[in-house]
């Protein structure tokens, strides 16, 4: 290799936590222009490995090895050198736009703070500089540059945050950008403007980048070298064609696997387990297909009709509604017993306000949902109250949604205190240890509490509370859209399992179109409220009948032959 060209160089790379080695000698090269991606699983030390080269870890962090950045030894440096060298050498865009963007702080503020915290004393009260940020965010394509400027990060989408993010990463012209799962739960027509947006600023000004992510299809869209870590280790290093394409570790085997597939549709999806039980060798199911779909002949579930959702976003002084916002619009459809109905969108078009409008968690203004004949909207809070058990909601985000406070056993427990207080606690115990089993969470973990398990623990977690009380429907909502893609085949794997056992029938809430399609027994398409398109998930996928869809589909992350 070049010498010349290789800007980073890190050998031997070790982190510690009170003992305990997170990372573990890991050695890799990144040369000038050029993308490394470093893929793993959650824990596998992709961020931690990262947050070293810029000194980000907390103090107790104990490193060792060697990073050099051309001469510049960094692990060596103390606070002062690492500041001179964050956002100027090598700048980082964080994984939770939201979380890492100061919430009281206008976006333009943000992006100079950074810009004046490497000029000297004389240029920071330039009059240029916030014409140097607009033209910034416009770089980034974001729209209406003035105005979010101005803007306060909860006052723009998801997307515009991540961009802001890259524009306060690139404000300093860096060497070598970081971007640590900059795409994760974010649409995938968004995450592919954001990959599109990353590539063409790196040829537009020369820049390197790791790009850090769980997901071996969306590390495709950008590397040119990958990097793959398990448990703090590297496991497999090389140009991304040979990575994707001829994959020499059972680990990497397994993680390209287990992504929903777009072509056929297996029983069960691989999982990265079975791959390092077996050598890389897929362990083989006697099953083949999806588990029957609902009868045509089925009676309806759930009936909709004409359904409306409509939000007031400004009052008179006098309460009357001045300006009004249409969630739902619309949209009416059939859900048959049995059946798994996909349901599919961009952030902003109304999925998840339908489904908690079907459970009646909120308010709709017109039409009507009906529960086998029975409209929900004539029932009374105590009539209602009673149906609960027959319909539970499984939440995107297993963490919040759990009460930190209560071990998962209790938290499991919970809807049986609630809906069934004559159950004696003994008789609670085993239905919570028993359906614990069923959804492959050890027993013996009913004392813990949530931030001792991994996401996928906890949507087990969640997935088992949404059972306990043997539901007749159950809305999934983005319930898979933030984990591994190695967890996600897990959980998929097992609603399929629950569904052939039990005949549950879903909502299956999600943004992205392949989960969609490997799950589902028909799928529909929503945009801005509406149901623009529904059909069995092959002909959606062969045969798009909108351009909405269509976009959706051709945003999917492929690994190209």
């Keep these: 290799m070049d010498q010349d060209n290789v800007i980073l160089e890190v050998k031997g790379l070790n982190v510690s936590f009170g003992g305990r080695r997170v990372v573990e000698d890991v050695s890799y090269t990144l040369r000038r222009g050029r993308t490394l991606g470093i893929v793993g699983e959650s824990g596998s030390g992709k961020s931690v490995s990262s947050l070293a080269l810029m000194g980000l870890l907390p103090k107790q962090a104990t490193v060792g090895g060697s990073a050099r950045l051309d001469d510049t030894e960094l692990l060596t440096l103390d606070e002062e050198g690492f500041r001179a060298i964050r956002g100027q050498r090598i700048s980082m865009v964080f994984q939770e736009p939201m979380t890492s963007l100061n919430p009281v702080q206008k976006c333009g503020a943000q992006v100079l703070e950074m810009m004046k915290a490497h000029l000297p004393k004389e240029l920071k009260d330039s009059k240029d500089l916030k014409e140097r940020v607009i033209e910034l965010f416009k770089e980034v394509m974001l729209p209406r540059p003035e105005k979010i400027f101005d803007s306060y990060p909860h006052e723009i989408s998801g997307g515009q945050k991540q961009r802001v993010m890259i524009a306060m990463a690139l404000v300093n012209n860096p060497d070598i950008v970081i971007a640590d799962e900059p795409t994760t739960a974010l649409d995938v027509t968004v995450q592919k403007t954001i990959l599109d947006l990353l590539k063409s600023l790196q040829q537009k000004h020369g820049i390197s980048i790791i790009f850090i992510s769980h997901d071996l299809g969306v590390i495709g869209q950008v590397a040119d070298d990958i990097m793959v870590m398990y448990r703090g280790r590297v496991v497999e290093c090389g140009p991304a064609s040979e990575i994707l394409h001829n994959p020499q570790q059972p680990y990497t085997r397994g993680l390209l696997a287990c992504r929903p597939p777009l072509e056929g549709k297996p029983y069960r999806l691989p999982t990265v387990e079975e791959y390092l039980e077996n050598d890389g060798i897929p362990s083989s199911h006697s099953k083949t297909g999806q588990p029957s779909p609902a009868s045509q002949d089925s009676q309806p579930l759930i009936s909709v009709r004409d359904l409306d959702v409509t939000y007031t976003l400004k009052r008179s002084i006098f309460g009357r509604p001045l300006q009004t916002l249409k969630g739902v619009d619309g949209v009416s459809f059939d859900i048959r017993e049995g059946e798994t109905l ?87 115990f085993s239905k919570v240890i028993e359906l614990m089993q069923q959804v492959g969470l050890d027993s013996d973990w009913y004392n813990r509490y949530p931030h001792e398990l991994s996401g996928g623990q906890r949507q087990r977690v969640c997935i088992a509370r949404a059972l306990i009380l043997q539901p007749e429907l159950v809305v999934c909502d983005e319930s898979v859209s933030a984990l591994d893609v190695s967890v996600q085949a897990q959980v998929l794997n097992l609603l399929n399992d629950l569904k052939e056992r039990y005949r549950y029938t879903y909502l299956f809430i999600t943004h992205d179109l392949s989960v969609a399609r490997y799950l589902s027994d028909r799928i529909m398409v929503m945009q801005k409220g509406k149901v623009v398109e529904s059909g069995a998930p092959d002909d959606l996928f062969r045969r798009p009948q909108t351009d909405y869809t269509r976009t959706l589909i051709e945003a999917i992350p492929r690994i190209n032959s």
């Design 342 to 428: 996909g349901l599919v969108g961009e952030s902003g078009c109304g999925k998840t306000t339908l489904g908690r409008a079907l459970l009646r968690l909120i308010d709709h203004s017109s039409g009507s949902v009906s529960y086998r004949g029975t409209p929900l909207d004539q029932l009374s809070a105590r009539q209602m109250r009673a149906l609960r058990p027959k319909l539970q909601i499984i939440f995107q985000d297993p963490y919040s949604s759990l009460n930190p406070r209560i071990t998962i056993g209790e938290a499991i427990a919970e809807p049986l205190s609630v809906h069934s207080a004559r159950i004696s606690r003994e008789s609670r």
